[in-house]
């Protein structure tokens, strides 16, 4: 008997041969509108783990973290720890140091001008932050702002730009070498540490290959305070920036999630250091690319079957993502592999599917996709994190998600029981209503507005919850002539616990009452302290005086330093009681109606320099006024105000000086501003007792300070006095060489002699 073989059968060769165009041409489409892009950034997420690498080690993130703010415990910061941080670096070695801080506000007067003083030493080391923000115009409408430092800033540092964008989805992968703001040019923060601002296209995308934990990161903190080591710095470029996840500038990137704003421009600079400024394939090479995928496979998979065909696609689509993986590893190039995987499955999928009813693949597509979309609902309310409840017309649960079952329990929210079990009954009329609606199904319960309602557990807890119902009408179709088409409605209930938010409202109203009644308690003291103290002392004061002037009859010499003693105690004690009441009418903000006057420059720093002449005779130590006679330039203030804080200045500058030491005092207009500056040859201080010596009841303990007495309020009061005028003061001091006092008049108060000639 003959036999016969059949072999298996194979994938029908296409009709016509214009399936080859059709396919490049719907390559081409995708090309070009870029849907499968996402496709190509899963793929290019795989290179990079599959292939990471270490950083250069040239450039260090000074890290503004959890710790540096948990110790210096303030923020924001004072701008002056940043000018110190920026002298530690440069004292260090740093090549160069860019700031990923936004500067384009100014803050208190002292700290900006410290800062400053820093950058205009070291300003061409120094790179400054700017960016761009939407914003919305007076009519609503959004517009680009620039965001750049202030001008005092600004003017010494190079600007770079921080800006960077996001992809479709969500995550930052390509960054600019150069950015326009404004029709200005900016190099990127990357470019300007490396010295490479242009590229053909200007945008390349990062290499997330490079290792975070391989970049060198040095705390804040220790920064500041000097406590690193010089080698870890020296010739290197330097970012400071914000990396705790408090301060929020947090980027979602691939493979590591998400990075801090400034170590994403760390990683951007590798990529340039090292040459990995990814650029990707150019789009004809890829379609040319895919048209060959095409041409080669479209007859071969004709000829096999289904089997080798379903091989040959699986170990092309392996081989072509080993190859485009150690392309990348090697090269700065990154090829786009979705396009030429859809081409080879495009190809496949039309010889597979060309013998299979189109009829039967409808529906299973159909099947497919309407099984997924199920499937993504249900995800959904099965992992919301708030409560969700379908009920029935009855006002019985059909279902519960398990957050609504973790809130309550299963067995409450179990099928078929009824709703009004969860809650309970409310207190006022229109929650009464609502809950009533709600318990019998009624649609007037789907209002669309949230309710606070109360929840009860099992065991008789009870939960603060926020309950929004709405109404879904499910349409169910025509099944046959027996089973009519329908539409259900159901209530869904969305609940969400807001105890701890409740919790911290009520913490917030009860610290804001607290705070109201210790400001009530403080001007009730004050007024106290007015009337109760400084009217006996007066008398105290008076009677000691008509004493000693013999009012009351003649005292012998022992009687006259008594009486004496009397009145010089309680002047001194007056004193005291005066600058405590007055710095605490400053701290709580009493002195603002300042009695302006205007007055010669010149003549006020006299004045107090005559006040003060004996008590510095005294003393033994030469006080001198260097300021020009001849300089006419007026300054309207409070002249008492000032003349206090000029006096408080020299008084400590006489107290804390050496014998036949020497005080100047100078007074001299620059740039439409006064600067009134005292300087000592007495004892001096460190940085930490000059930032300490002008904080209110601060005496700083030494030998030298011993016996001298005071309240501590002297400096802090004059400082207080000249920030009212909008001025500032600062402090200079080196330990046994000497205090200078630094007092600056804004310009808007400082005008010439000659009428209508007033200080910018």
Known sequence: MAQTTTAEPSIGQPRHYRTYGLIIVAVALLQLTGLLRFVDRELADVRFQAATRAASQQIVLVEMDARSLAELDVWPWPRRHYATALENLVAAGARQVAFDIDFSAASEAGNDATFEAALRRNGDKVRLSVFQQVGTDAAGEPYLHATRPIDRFRQYAELVSINVRPDADGLVRSYRATSSIDGHDYASIAAALTGIDRFASNLFSIDYGIRPDTIPRISFIDVWRGDFDPTEIEHR??????????????????????????????????????????????????????????????????????????????????????????????????????????????????????????????????????????????????????????????????????SCARLFSKEMTAPESPVQALFVPATDETSAIFLEHLSASDPRAADGIPHEVIGV?????????????????????????????????????????????????????????????????????????????????????????????GYTGPLNEKQLDYASGIAASGKDLLHLISEILEYANLDKGAFTDLKEEDVTAFALVEGCVDAMRDRASDANIDLMNTANATDSTMIRVDQGAIRQALLNILSNAIKFNKPDGRILVDAQASDGELYIVVSDTGIGMTPQQAEYALQPFSRIEGAMRRGKDGTGLGLPLAKSLIEAHGGSLTLHSIPDQGTTVYVTIPARRVFSAAPGTAGA
């Open 457 to 549: 557990r099992p065991d008789g807890d009870r939960i603060e919850l926020e309950l929004l119902v709405n109404e879904v009408a499910v349409n169910h179709g025509r099944i046959n002539r027996q089973i009519a088409a329908s539409v259900q409605r159901n209530l869904v209930c969305t609940i969400r616990d807001i105890t701890e938010r409740k919790r911290m409202d009520a913490m917030k109203h009860r610290a804001l009452e607290e705070s109201l009644q210790a400001a009530r308690a403080k001007s009730d003291f004050l007024a106290t302290m007015n009337h109760e103290l400084r009217t006996p002392l007066n008398h105290i004061i008076g009677f000691a005086e008509m004493l000693r002037e």
């Open 237 to 402: 470029s330097i970012i400071i920036g914000a990396t705790a996840v408090e301060l929020g500038d947090r980027l979602a990137v691939p493979i590591w999630h998400n990075l801090s704003g400034p170590m994403l421009n760390v990683i951007a600079a590798e990529s340039l250091l090292q040459d990995r400024a990814l650029q990707s394939l150019h789009p004809i090479l890829t379609l040319l690319l895919a048209s060959a995928i095409v041409v080669i496979f479209t007859p071969a998979f004709a000829r096999w079957s289904w089997r080798q065909a379903t091989m040959a696609t699986t170990v092309t689509s392996l081989s072509g993502f080993v190859a485009t993986a150690v392309v990348q590893h090697y090269m700065p190039i990154m090829v786009d592999l979705a396009v030429i995987l859809f081409a080879l499955t495009l190809t496949f999928g039309i010889s597979l599917f060309s013998r299979i009813d189109q009829q039967h693949l409808r529906i299973i597509l159909d099947g497919i996709a309407a099984n997924r979309r199920r499937a993504l609902l249900q995800t959904v309310v099965e992992q919301s994190a708030d409560g969700v409840l379908i009920l029935d017309d009855a006002g019985g649960i059909i279902a519960a998600n398990p």
